[in-house]
């Protein structure tokens, strides 16, 4: 028997991308009655023009690529590619996931679920009128109050713009405005390396149809990630075409009826102009406070950013936030983890300390690098002496079956007799799945030895983690010493270089 809305709900979320729809189900978990807000799209950037929308695409573009190849004993002719059919395809892996998750929610509302709980699905815009209401704010003009016990912000971010620079989603766009494209443009400016940049630099390049210009004010890409790591995306992106241009500035975009100039300034004085198609902004994503009434709730507005909160991801009393408006990496997995985490806190639930020590992430470049604790660099800035192993896919059996060898596994370990893994990168094929296979290992604080135990099946590409461990105990099959290029032992600690310490560019 269907049961009626409550005046006064457990919970009211407000946004429903990665964190909000997570918290909302664990939330159901408990019996709780959960009112959703969401003005936008359900699963946030995260569903409908981030993680899956741009992987979608990424794995189109990779499977185009890998048809294109010459080297496999066959060859395909007549190759095309559609713009507006990829962005079909896009569309609908995106809509899939919403109506997953729409169905979801209307199969446990109050009309439909008798059971403990239930989902109320609110469209709209939310906006607090105290720490136990919020006004919600539909597209047709009309409103309504909901009151609930506990609140959970997770309205997530927005791509950062670019002073007087404007975006028309047309021609110069952000990751918000990819698929208002009709077709692919003929030259591609993208302003940022870091992550997003590259990925899309990767996407447009495989597929052939675009000259990439990927420009940033950075020495290299991805700055944040060790040398080897970042030296091993651009060369890559430099044999898939794109053009990088390093250590400059963007001016100005200056669009013309039928091209754009962009304007950039270079570090050591002199300018140049590039010109375009399309220009593609992607310098990072913020946190827009406007509208969503925090002065209300004595939460300071003056200062744009994140929300900060708690180890219970609190931020005021009955406040909770979670996803990319906190302090954190923004993840789906962290945002996820933080919604879930937020609900168990309100309710009094047991729980484990969050911990965002090992938190794998996956950069889809080509190949894809994966990546899971302290780099190298991060270890040297933290005065930790370690030991680092470097395996190249060169001789890993299923790499070269795979004619996929480009590609490494790179193991951090202490420096000492537990050899305690610290942090792994790995790049090729399937290091989405292999990176799990050591952050596991990694959470529970254990060493080479303890990995060891484990026989690795054959012919894998795990087997190249296998190897890469077996080297920092002298005990691989394939020797450094015979392959100097592709199998590298070396170690660090503050007695051998004190200052060495590379300064990081601020975003």
Known sequence: MAQKAPDIYDLCVIGCGPAGFAAAMRALDFGKHVCIVEGAELGGAGVMWGALASKTMWEIAKDY??????????????????????????LQAAKEKQYQMLSQIETYSPERWDGPGSLTLKNGWGRFLSNNEVEVSAADGTSERVKAHFFLIATGTRPRSFPNILL?????FNSDGILNLQCFPGRLVIIGAGIIGCEYA??????????VYLVDHAKRVIPYEDE?????????LVRSGVKVIHSAKLRNIRPNADILQVVLDFQD??????????????????????????????????????????????????????????????????????????????????????????MSTVMFFYPAVAAVGLSEKACRRQKIPHRVAYYSNALCSRAIAMRSTHGFVKIIVSDDEQQRILGMRAAGPQVSSTIMSIAHFMDQGKGVLDVLQSIYPHPTITEAIEECLRMLL????????????????????????PNDEEELPVE
């Not at 080897?228 to 890559?236: E, K, Y």
């Not at 100097?484 to 007695?495: A, M, Y």
């Open 65 to 90: 690529a890998i048809a294109n190849m010459q080297d496999r004993g066959y060859r395909a002719s007549g190759m095309s590619v559609d713009y507006c059919a990829v962005r079909r395809t896009i």
């Open 474 to 497: 002298g005990k691989s099959v394939f020797k450094p010493h015979a392959f100097p290029e592709h199998l590298q032992i070396r170690s660090w600690s503050p007695d051998i270089d």
């Open 168 to 172: 028309d989603q047309q021609r110069v």
């Open 202 to 211: 990767t996407i447009f390049s495989n597929f052939g149809q675009t000259i």
């Open 228 to 236: 080897d790591v970042s030296a091993f995306v651009q060369d890559n």
């Open 269 to 358: 004085g002199h300018s140049e102009v590039i010109e375009a198609d399309a220009a593609f902004i992607s310098i990072g994503r913020t946190f827009d406070r406007t509208g969503l009434g925090l002065e209300n709730l004595g939460i300071d507005t003056s200062q744009a950013g994140i929300l900060v909160t708690d180890e219970n991801c609190r931020v005021k009393d009955n406040i909770y936030a979670a996803g990319d408006i906190t302090h954190h990496p923004a993840l789906v997995n962290i945002a996820e983890m933080e919604g879930r985490y937020a609900v168990k806190h309100m309710f009094g639930k047991k729980r484990w300390p969050l911990n965002y020590q090992n």
